[in-house]
Structures are given as structure tokens and as C-alpha cells.
């Protein structure tokens, strides 16, 4: 009965208008009408990451709960952690809609909200009342569009809302805001972990601070990105954002400006995981993101280099359901493989995501 609602309710949001079928979704979450996954428990998925503790290597990706307004029932989801925001220091409203579509042909979303969110005083509000029990939380800081110091923003944002959250994530990689990649340049990048680093100083609980990347990034790109982010202290890097390459696609909404997400994302992002773990020989803990559907691809992202992973898009058309499917799926390829711990298969087949056979949309 349970799935059969859950079909349901996607088959009716498929038919919306998809920004609008998001808020309707966060809506029938907070209301208790969404179907939550049975757990999954076991031993053999908890990870370690950056110090934190997770019960289990998948977590929910930023963008989804933008304002942290549905965190108690997807701390019940059955997920290892969650990742809110992004969020500025200032409410912005983001781009003019429309700004999110469907490309179901090719399992994939494109977006150009350009960080639309209540502000950091109002989610700073919701996460004082977060659920005491849960998984770690964590909190995707933005700049404001109109800001003359984006360096500033990040580090007001950790100050706000580091006191409330367990890590946070500097995102430098979203292309929907204009020139914000321009900071994962060297230079601009040094200068921006140094303020939000000092930020972290300051908190009465210092936090892990993590660093997203994009995934349209040659690899002297991301040898420097490397060199920056573990001279800067960086605790770990996310791997990756939305990308801007259109090769391949169907769909007809393929040529909107904005992020691709989904599965043609799947393979350049995790040729970038592997990329950077072999550039840091595994001394850097990476999370992997970018078209993860599938306990298959769960795995495949942790075997070129990732110790978790997150998931967003796939949700849209397979609900919270698909938490409980990957991690049952990923639990059993595990013992199969006679694999005590998720450890144990970081990085063992990295080197076939550096072959230049694997890059492909």
C-alpha cells in the first residue's frame, strides 16, 4: 500500500508544473502524508566523514529543502545526512521562472534558480527548532547575486548558521549565479577559505567545512583546486555540482541555460571524484554527487574514490522510496563482495574512471 501511494503522489507531480510540484512535495511532507522508507540498519554502512558519524554513506543533496522547512521528516527518511540551502545572508528570490525542467527522455533536471532563499535570519529561526535526534545536518553557503564581497557572505552565513548545523559547504560551483565560479580560481579561492576558515575559528563549536566543486573542470583545474583546498584546511570536497555541458541530450528543454543534474551527469562527475582522489592518494575525504539513482551507482561512486554520496534528482521520480532501495542494494553488494565496512571499498576501482573511455555524456 505504501508504494502504491508513493506512485501515486509522483504520478500526480509529474503532471505540474515541476517547481511547483517541489513546494507540493515539502508541503505533503510537513503535513506526514508522504510515505516514509523502512529502515535500513546496518553495521556495514556507517561511515566516518571529516569526524562526523553517519549511519549509513548516502545523503540528501542541497537544493532540495532550500530553507530547511521539512527537516524533521526528512530526518526520518532513512538518511545517512542532510545538506540544506543554499542559503545568503540576505533573502534574494533568485531568477525569474520559469527556472526548473524536466527532461524525462534523458533522466535528467536543468535549473537556474540562482540560490532563491528565505535568508540566513529565517533558516537560522527553523534550525534552532531542528529535531535533537537525526542525522548530522549540514548547511550549503551562498552569496547574494548583488554582493560587493562574496567572500564576506560565505563567512556570515557560517557565522549565523554554524552554531545550528553540524558542517558546512562552501559552493562555489553553482552556474546560476553569475561569475560565482570565477571563485574556484586559485587565488580567489585561497582568499575565499581563508575568511570562511576564520569564520569557523570563531564559532564556539568549530564545524568541518567542506568545499563543492563543478564538474566542468580540466585536470589542472582540479589539481590546484586540490592543492587550495587542503592548504586552506578544507575537511572535505563535494564532487560535483550541476554541470553546463549539453552533449547528448533529448529532451526538449535541452537547450536552457542553467545546471544539468541526472544521469548524463553521472559519468563526468565521477570521472572528477576520481580524478581528485588520485590527486590527493585518499588523504582527502570526497562525497560524490551527480546522478546517483541506484544502489549500482551508490557503489560506483565509492569505488572511484567517494566514502559517501548524495542524491537529489532521482527523487523526483522515484521518491523516498529510493533511499531504502540503494541502501539495502548497496549493503548487499557490500557483503558480496566480502566487504566488512563501506571503508573497504573506497577508491578499489578509481583507476577505471581515469581511463578516457568512462568520460561521456
Known amino acids: ?19 511547483r510540484a517541489h513546494g507540493l512535495a515539502l508541503t505533503a511532507l510537513r503535513a506526514g502524508v508522504v510515505p516514509m522508507p523502512a529502515p535500513v540498519a546496518s553495521p556495514r554502512l556507517a561511515v566516518t566523514v571529516a569526524g562526523l558519524r553517519l549511519d549509513n554513506p548516502l545523503g540528501l543533496a542541497a537544493g532540495f529543502d532550500k ?11 532513512g538518511f545517512g545526512f542532510l545538506e540544506i540551502g543554499a542559503v545568503t545572508p540576505r533573502p534574494q528570490p533568485g531568477n525569474p521562472r520559469p527556472r526548473l525542467f524536466r527532461l524525462p527522455q534523458d533522466g535528467a533536471v536543468i535549473n537556474r534558480f540562482g540560490f532563491n532563499n528565505d535568508g540566513a535570519e529565517a533558516v537560522a529561526a527553523r534550525l534552532e527548532r531542528r529535531p535533537a535526534s537525526g542525522p548530522p545536518v549540514g548547511v550549503n553557503l551562498g ?27 562552501v559552493n562555489v560551483s553553482s552556474p546560476n549565479t553569475e561569475r560565482l ?5 586559485p587565488a580567489a579561492l585561497a582568499a575565499l577559505l581563508e575568511r570562511v576558515m576564520a569564520a569557523r575559528a570563531g564559532l564556539a ?20 583546486i586540490a592543492e587550495v583546498a587542503t ?21 526538449r528543454h535541452a537547450d536552457q541555460a542553467g545546471g ?6 553521472f559519468a563526468p562527475s565521477t570521472r572528477v571524484l576520481a580524478r581528485l582522489s588520485a590527486l590527493t592518494d585518499g588523504r582527502m575525504p570526497l562525497i560524490g554527487v551527480g546522478g546517483v539513482a541506484s544502489a549500482e551507482d551508490a557503489l560506483a561512486k565509492i569505488h572511484a574514490g567517494a566514502v559517501a554520496v548524495q542524491l537529489y534528482t532521482a527523487l523526483s521520480t522515484r521518491g523516498l522510496s529510493l533511499v531504502g532501495d540503494i541502501l539495502g542494494g548497496l549493503d548487499a ?3 558480496a563482495a566480502g566487504h566488512d565496512s563501506v571503508a573497504q571499498a573506497v577508491g578499489a576501482r578509481r583507476a577505471a574512471w581515469l581511463q578516457p573511455a568512462r568520460i561521456a555524456l
Open 1 to 19: 500500500m505504501t508504494g502504491l501511494i508513493e506512485r501515486a503522489g509522483l504520478a500526480v507531480l509529474a503532471r505540474i508544473d515541476p517547481e
Open 205 to 224: 563549536r568549530p564545524i568541518p567545512v567542506f568545499l563543492k566543486i563543478a564538474p566542468d573542470l580540466d585536470d589542472a583545474a582540479l589539481e590546484q
Open 67 to 77: 530553507n530547511a522547512v521539512a527537516l524533521a521528516p526528512l530526518s526520518r527518511a
Open 260 to 265: 544539468l543534474s541526472g544521469r548524463p551527469l
Open 143 to 169: 552569496a547574494n547575486k548583488d554582493s560587493e564581497d562574496r567572500a564576506g557572505d560565505f563567512a556570515a552565513v557560517l557565522t549565523r548558521l554554524g552554531p545550528h548545523v553540524d558542517f558546512a559547504t
Open 181 to 185: 565560479r570565477d571563485l574556484q580560481g
Open 231 to 251: 592548504d586552506a584546511g578544507i575537511h572535505a570536497i563535494v564532487a560535483t555540482n550541476t554541470t553546463l555541458a549539453r552533449s547528448g541530450l533529448r529532451g
Open 333 to 335: 553488494a557490500l557483503a
